[in-house]
């Protein structure tokens, strides 16, 4: 299971990039394992001020549908739009081109709540 040092988590497995006072957020590796074959990722949340969890979007998978939560408070600045045409982009690359969405961050203080890749590692393991 692929768990970057550099980025936080959240335990609803959602990662955090932070670049400047934006945050990119999507689904964990080990998310979207869990999930299966992604299919569809349905979010219509872009423009919208929305608090940290919040539900932004839904992922659908063979298996399930889920709710997709804000790790942060924020305006959601962007969507990653080439989901739409390949989801199965966060299967094959959770972290880099699997990102979901584009976060003008409205309190960085939130980040403090955030888990680390080792305190992430043990929610996954149990």
Known sequence: MNIPAS???TSDHEWIRIEGEYAFVGITDFAQGELGDIVYVEIETEG????SGDVFGTVEAVKTVSDLFMPL????????????ATPETVNEDPYE????IKIKMSD???????LSADDY???TTG
């Not at 408070?73 to 739409?84: A, C, F, H, Q, W």
């Not at 081109?97 to 979901?100: A, V």
């Not at 960085?108 to 955030?114: F, P, T």
Request: glycine content about 10%; cysteine-free; hydrophobic content about 35%.
């Open 97 to 100: 081109k699997g990102w979901m």
């Open 73 to 84: 408070s924020g305006t959601i600045e962007e969507v990653n739009s080439d989901l739409e």
């Open 121 to 123: 590692k043990s929610v």
């Open 48 to 51: 919208e001020e929305l608090s």
């Open 108 to 114: 960085a203080s939130e980040l403090d709540g955030l």
């Open 7 to 9: 980025l936080k988590y």
